[in-house]
C-alpha cells in the first residue's frame, strides 16, 4: 500500500506536468551488472525498491533520458545498447503517463552516496531481492525471466 505522502507527492508532481505537458513519458531499466545481479534503488518520496529511472525532457530522447537517469540515480554507465523491451501505460500515477521500459548491462563508476532523492541502491541477486521490492518490480523481473506474460500496464 502507497503511503499517504507518497500519493501525495506523485500527485503534485503529476498535476505540474498536467499544466506543462500534453502526456507524461518516463524510462526504466533493468539494469544488470557482470555478474547477473539487478540494480535498485530506494527513493525518499516513495516507499520501496524499484528499477532506475525518471523522466523524459522535453528535447529529450528516451535514450537520453535513459542514461542521464542512470547517471543520476546509481552512477552507472551502461555497456552496449540497452534493448527496448516495452512500452507501458501506467495509470496508477495518471491516466496519462507511459513508461519505456529497457534491459541493459551497466557498470558502476563509482558507490551512489544518498541524496535527497535516493537513499540506498544496490545490485541483488534475483532469488535474493531486498524486502519491500515493489509489486511492479517484481513482475517486470519476472516477465524478463519468462515466468509470466508481458503485461500493458506497469
Request: hydrophobic share 40%; net charge positive.
Amino acid at each position: 500500500m502507497r503511503s499517504f505522502r507518497a500519493r501525495l507527492v506523485t500527485r503534485v508532481v503529476h498535476i505540474w506536468f498536467a499544466l506543462s505537458r500534453a502526456m507524461t513519458f518516463g524510462v526504466r531499466a533493468a539494469c544488470f551488472d557482470e555478474d547477473g545481479r539487478i540494480f535498485l534503488v530506494r527513493h525518499s518520496y516513495v516507499p520501496g525498491w524499484h528499477m532506475p529511472g525518471g523522466g523524459v525532457e522535453r528535447g529529450q530522447t528516451a535514450a537520453d533520458a535513459l542514461a542521464r537517469e542512470l547517471q543520476e540515480e546509481g552512477n552507472l554507465a551502461i555497456i552496449g545498447t540497452p534493448q527496448l523491451l516495452a512500452i507501458y501505460f501506467n495509470p496508477r500515477t495518471s491516466k496519462r503517463d507511459h513508461v519505456a521500459f529497457y534491459r541493459c548491462l551497466v557498470r558502476q563508476t563509482a558507490p551512489k552516496k544518498p541524496d535527497a532523492e535516493i537513499v540506498e541502491t544496490g545490485f541483488f541477486p534475483l532469488d535474493a531481492l531486498p524486502e519491500g521490492t515493489t509489486a511492479a518490480t517484481r513482475r517486470r523481473i519476472d516477465e524478463l525471466a519468462g515466468k509470466c506474460q508481458q503485461e500493458e500496464l506497469w
